[in-house]
């Protein structure tokens, strides 16, 4: 049997909101594996059983190389371009910073930022809650967790931008990367010399296989730590606000109950997952008849394993009173996502605070939102009124 051949581009660039999750949707039900044309090419896996296994199949699926544009990076993030053993290592020494715990202490802190930036849009009545709210909230909590002062938001978004959503030509990415990089190689310096309360100056005394910590793995991290936390929980808040600025029903639902909150954000993780992660292949497998050699990527788009019929009835709809599922919205496996407790608690106090100022809202009439693919799909504006 001959492996289809699918000219999918994850980096299609920006189209009108809504297009990214039913196109991917109809390629798993065409083909339940199959090979890119884009770029050097590569496989894609659209089964939910699939991806899981894959994700949980470290020796085979690596994760040394986990962007599918570049199969060979000169440099590792840290942990999520580790394979265990080593990865295990860090997960044990990073994972008392982000357990439910660790997560419920920064609430009160969470829920001040999110309070302040809502009053200030409420009596504007109308915003673009990508720009206005969705990229402002994460990245103020980000600046909370490796203890930098509050007033490097502006700065920092500047820099977030530029890496994350440069122009096809690439202009100014390289410029924000060495910003970035000199910005936390300064913080390490300071926090190796006068630590603090925070993760940064914590793992500065890490001990990995023995021996201290080096200042490029604490730089790795630093990396990681913002490119995994950030753009994330901007574009996941994107697609909720897209779906309930158009469903009167689930808005009411939630503003009416925010008991409900916690559940309603699991399914909406579930239908607009974004992350398109890669893996690298260690050895050569055959997969519903696609021969698939040692050193291919392999990218694994959990949002075709979440939305397939395979594993969740009428899975590509929102239902808010489904019994809870086995979402792959934040990754199964070594590498399941170490902030999802903290992801979570943010999208849930922004979810209760906006609804409990601004219940009612809608797109702006004429407006269109756009959305953008990448390795992590999001919005790029959503303009809403109320
Ligand atoms: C809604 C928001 C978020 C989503 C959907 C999400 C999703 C994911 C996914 C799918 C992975 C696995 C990637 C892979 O297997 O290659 C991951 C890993 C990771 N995430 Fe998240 N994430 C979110 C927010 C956050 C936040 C707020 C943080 C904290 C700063 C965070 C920190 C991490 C880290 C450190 C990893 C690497 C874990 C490892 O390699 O062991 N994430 N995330």
């Known amino acids: ?10 980096f299609a660039g920006q189209g009108p909101a809504g297009r990214t999750h039913p196109h991917l949707d109809e390629l798993r039900e065409q ?12 496989w894609v896996l659209t089964r ?29 993030w840290i942990p999520v371009m580790l394979d265990p053993p080593l990865h295990t290592t860090w997960r044990r020494l990073l994972r008392p910073f982000f357990t439910p715990t660790a997560a419920a202490v920064l609430r009160d802190r969470i829920t001040r930022h999110c309070v302040a930036l809502i009053d200030d849009l409420t009596p504007r009545n109308e915003c673009d809650f990508v720009a206005d709210f969705a990229r402002l909230y994460p990245t103020t909590m980000f600046l909370e967790l490796i203890g930098l002062p509050a007033e490097r938001l502006l700065e920092f978004l500047a820099w977030e931008y530029a890496i994350l959503h440069p122009p096809p030509s690439g202009a100014g990415r390289g410029e924000a990367m060495a910003a970035l990089t000199a910005c936390f190689t300064e913080l390490i310096e300071d926090r190796r010399a006068r630590p603090q309360e925070d993760l940064i100056s914590a793992a500065t005394s890490f001990a990995v296989d023995g021996r201290p910590v080096t200042d490029d793995e604490l730089l790795q991290l630093c990396i ?8 994330t929980v901007t574009a996941q808040l994107s697609y909720v606000f897209w779906h309930l600025a158009r469903h009167d029903a689930d808005r009411a639902r939630i503003t009416g109950d925010p008991d409900d909150i916690p559940d309603a954000i699991e399914e909406l993780l579930r239908v607009y997952s974004i992350v398109l992660p890669a893996r690298k292949l260690t050895r050569d497998v055959v997969l519903h008849g696609c021969p698939m050699k040692a050193g291919d990527m392999v990218m694994l788009p959990l949002a075709m394993a979440t939305r397939d019929p395979r594993a969740v009835p009428a899975a590509s709809a929102v239902e808010l009173d489904r019994p809870p599922t086995r979402h792959l919205a934040f990754g199964a496996g070594p590498h399941r996502c170490l902030g999802a407790h903290l992801a979570r608690l943010e999208l849930q106090i922004a979810l209760r605070e906006w609804h409990a100022r601004i219940p009612d809202y809608r797109i702006t009439p004429g407006a269109q939102p756009r959305e953008h693919a990448s390795l992590v799909l999001g919005l790029d504006t959503l303009p809403l009124s109320w």
């Open 1 to 10: 049997m001959n492996a289809p051949h699918v000219p999918f581009d994850p």
């Open 31 to 42: 083909h339940p594996a199959f090979r890119s044309t884009v770029g050097h090419g590569f």
């Open 48 to 76: 939910y059983d699939d991806i899981l296994a894959a994700l949980q199949d470290p020796e085979t699926f690596s994760s040394r190389a986990i962007a599918v544009i570049d199969p060979n990076p000169g440099y590792q």
């Open 224 to 231: 990681l730590l913002f490119l995994a936390g950030l753009d």
